[in-house]
């Protein structure tokens, strides 16, 4: 079985071109959200070569073992039955043969629409597939290849809305549900909005909805933001010498915050200092620099091969997948299944790191505890899911 480079804190390299020049940049690749739009949370580390966007041959980052491990996951027992639906926009036209690729670098079981195990259908549940955007069908490999990471034995289900408008994100989210999703993964948002607009396409009892709480610092994002569903923030995650083998802190750029547009039953204003709904409930590897190895074919930049991403996009399908692990999603009500099920034990509390400056300390800076960029923390198995 191949195995990734993972990669710590430091700068990211490639082993090819090795007398050539080489630099890294993250690069957003969907387009920033304008009204009533969301934009992808994904940020490709770029391997420059000359200037250029080099491709690997072989991944760069955390693969499906380094994850499971962080996360002390049941990968190789759980997940039977199980389905895990992606909701993005537009078209992936390699979405299937870009997984394949990734799956068996991994000697993980083929996922596939000859055997049964991945889907791809419109926002309508068709195959009337929309215009393929490069910036979403890099997402959209991102949020395939971190289910496969988590729960290789779930079954996926793609779901491309036809533009990046929350309605028509909102009825993929609908339909994803109504094809028999248990979990839907949203990696994506927009500014702030109110449930009342919006919330109908997340309330969804008995799923377990994910949302990205974003990469753009201390503030907060929809559907993130909604009470309906779970949202997730960013960690770093970094190798080290303790018993776990890994340490996590604060992404810096992770979302995070107090909406006033939104409201729980559930968040204690004592424990959040939010009046309104609170952002984040529960994180996942995002930093781009101790990012995750994703396999991408997309044809308008380069050749294909393997790249490193980040942001709360890879974070947001991670933790959907985690609730597919645990098979408990029938209970899940709205974003608060968390709050009544995490415990020392079942979360990895992120303590340390901090995503800018705000009003109300643990809004933005991580501390035992609830706080905003990492929420109750990361998963330890999946107790709390």
Avoid at 215 to 224: E, F, K, L, Q
Avoid at 290 to 306: I, K, L, N, Q, R
Wanted: charge should be negative; aromatic fraction near 8%; include cysteine.
């Amino acid at each position: 079985m191949s195995t990734a480079i993972a990669i710590a804190a430091a700068p990211l390299a490639t082993s090819a071109h090795a007398a050539a020049p080489k630099t890294t940049r993250d690069q957003v690749v969907c387009k920033h959200a304008g009204t009533a739009r969301a934009r992808c949370f994904a940020i490709r580390v770029d391997h420059l070569v000359r200037s250029h966007l080099h491709r690997a041959s072989a991944p760069i980052g955390y693969g499906p073992a380094d994850l499971q491990a962080a996360y002390a996951l049941p990968a190789a027992t759980n997940g039977d039955g199980d389905t895990v639906a992606i909701v993005d926009a537009y078209d992936d036209p390699t979405a299937e043969a870009d997984l394949g690729v990734y799956r068996a670098q991994y000697g993980l079981p083929p996922c596939t629409t000859a055997n049964g195990c991945f889907r791809k259908i419109d926002q309508s549940g068709g195959s009337d597939y929309p215009p393929a955007d490069p910036g979403w069908a890099e997402e959209i490999s991102l949020d395939l290849d971190m289910v496969s990471a988590v729960c290789p034995r779930c079954s996926i289900l793609l779901v491309e809305a036809d533009s990046a408008s929350m309605t028509n994100l909102g009825t993929a989210v609908d339909t994803a549900v109504a094809e028999g999703a248990d979990a839907v993964s949203n990696s994506y948002g927009g500014p702030d909005a109110k449930d009342a607009t919006y919330g109908r396409y997340y309330h969804h009892a008995g799923v377990a909805v994910t949302a990205s709480a974003g990469d753009n610092g201390y503030g907060v994002s929809y559907p993130a933001s909604s009470k309906w569903v779970t949202a997730v923030g960013g960690t770093t995650l970094t190798r080290s010498r303790s018993s776990r083998g890994f340490t996590e802190s604060a992404w810096d750029s992770s979302g995070s915050g107090c909406s006033t547009l939104n409201t729980t039953t559930w968040q204690l204003a004592t424990t959040t200092g939010c009046a309104g709904r609170a952002v984040a409930d529960v994180s996942a590897v995002a930093d781009p620099q101790t990012g995750v190895a994703v396999y991408d074919s997309t044809p308008y930049e380069s050749a294909a091969g393997w790249l490193t991403f980040g942001g709360t996009s890879a974070s947001s399908p991670i933790i959907a997948a985690t609730f597919a692990l645990a098979g408990n999603t029938a209970d899940v009500e709205d974003g608060s299944y968390l709050w009544s099920h995490e415990t020392a034990a079942s979360l990895w509390d992120v303590t340390s790191g901090s995503n800018g400056s705000c009003p109300t300390t643990q809004w933005c800076a991580a501390r035992a505890g609830w706080d905003g960029p990492t929420g109750w923390g990361s998963p330890h198995g999946v107790a709390a899911f």
